[in-house]
């Protein structure tokens, strides 16, 4: 027993300083051997030297005794200990397992972060293109009012136009009435009034040559009506241009809202899953807490059952690492269990066989692009149409994605990677009875 090597430091530092305690008390031990038994004889046979004899065979079958008790209880001890390290490994892996799930939350919490504020950025750009637009709609308005204004002038100025004609043409009525009463009257008075004859011609002329100028006059006059006519038609196309524009621009508009709520609405849905991933964050570090205080009852449980094995540096250095065995025990009895949800039942019976294949591809294969082209182009379509409409199926059944989209290898969100398994456990489970029956 005290030829044995041993492999471990702390074993080492036990043996070296436990070392002179174990003389000491072997040394005591013998000493009382030797006196109880020596006593004993003396007493009981009044022969000294039979009794010394005795209890010189004494020590060495005391010792005997005392080595072979040792020797159970060391081999003890080295089971425990054993035992004690490979737990100590168990929980470091399920603590570093752990650690990356954290930093690959975080990492997603931070690409969200930075999702929010460039949909937030996009809202400010829609906000400023929306008062752009508002501006330009007020101002085809005012130059609307303006036009409208210029129509109203327009008419006025023909409407006066017209008066003016009808009151020429009533003078010229007037005028030729005269004329022709004059001729009347020169006509009855010509015997009379002969020496004023070429005087009256002579009016005459003068009022013909004026009617003539009239009568000029008027195709210029009828001209500049037509003109007049022309602008006003012109004046109401480019009014009814600017009525259409002012429609598309309406139009314009109501898309712009129409995209202002949809991304809206996008920011809804990814508060909402930013929500959700704090509240598991804050699940987990939960559960982190329990798990330290579950470190700590077995600690204290190893120094109930070894307290003079134990050290303080043992003690300090066992107490910082996290307790996830009974987790992880828990973790594997979940997994051997075939019980699904029954949104998880309604999936299966929903996805086709490419679609599954699709999903054991992602889940088994680190770069499945490959497998996921081939099965896209056996059934004519493409490798993101075929994500895109498995995650339509996931959300229409589970309510959730179950691929992520944004990532460039296709990757099961690890909410759903376990319920996954068990599906397609079952799924090809089920396939196989199919074909073991035909």
């Not at 995209?259 to 964050?281: D, P």
Request: glycine content about 2%; charged content about 25%; aromatic content about 4%.
């Amino acid at each position: 027993m005290t030829n044995k090597t041993y492999s471990d430091p702390l074993t080492m530092l036990k043996t070296s300083n436990m070392q002179p305690a174990t003389i000491g008390n072997r040394f005591i031990l013998g000493i009382v051997a030797f006196g109880v038994s020596f006593g004993l004889s003396l007493v009981l046979h009044w022969d000294f030297n039979k009794a010394f004899l005795t209890g010189i065979i004494t020590i060495p079958a005391t010792y005997l005794a005392v080595l072979f008790i040792d020797k159970r209880r060391r081999n003890h001890e080295m089971l425990i200990l054993d035992s004690l390290h490979k737990r100590i490994k168990e929980m470091e892996g399920l603590k570093s397992r752990l650690l990356a799930e954290i930093n690959q939350l975080d990492i997603h919490h931070a690409s969200l972060y930075k999702e929010s504020s460039q949909l937030q950025n996009q809202i400010v750009e829609r906000r400023n293109q929306r008062e752009s637009l508002s501006r330009e709609l007020s101002s085809i308005i005012v130059e609307k009012k303006q036009l409208e204004g210029q129509v109203i002038y327009l008419q006025n100025e023909i409407h006066n136009l017209e008066k003016t004609k009808v009151e020429t043409n009533n003078t010229l009525n007037a005028e030729k009435r005269r004329l022709e009463l004059n001729c009347n009257v020169t006509k009855a008075e010509i015997n009379q009034l002969q020496n004023q004859l070429c005087e009256l011609q002579q009016q005459k002329q003068e009022l013909e040559s004026n009617l003539t100028l009239l009568e000029r006059l008027k195709p210029q006059l009828e001209e500049k009506l037509y003109e007049m006519r022309v602008k006003i038609q012109e004046l109401e196309a480019e009014g009814k241009r600017q009525d259409q524009i002012l429609t598309e621009k309406k139009a314009e508009t109501k898309k712009i809202e129409y995209n202002f709520n949809c991304l809206q609405e996008q920011i809804t849905e990814k508060q909402g899953i930013l929500k959700q991933l704090q509240e598991q964050v804050s699940l987990l570090q939960d559960e982190r807490d329990h798990l330290q205080s579950q470190v700590w009852e077995l600690l204290q449980h190893i120094e109930t059952l070894n307290p003079e094995n134990i050290s303080e540096n043992e003690h300090d250095k066992n107490a910082d690492l996290f307790p996830f065995a009974d987790l992880l025990e828990t973790i594997e009895e979940e997994d051997t269990t075939d019980n699904l949800l029954p949104e998880w039942t309604e999936f299966l019976e929903q996805i086709p066989n490419h679609e599954m294949q699709v999903l054991k591809a992602i889940l088994e294969q680190e770069n499945p692009n490959p497998t996921i082209k081939k099965l896209a182009e056996a059934n004519i379509t493409m490798p993101n149409l075929l994500i895109d409409s498995i995650n339509e199926r996931a959300n229409d059944t589970l309510g959730e994605l179950i691929i992520d989209p944004s990532s460039a290898i296709p990757e099961i969100y690890p909410e759903h990677a376990n319920n996954l398994k068990r599906a397609i456990a079952i799924y090809e489970d089920a396939i196989a009875r199919q074909t073991s029956s035909n």
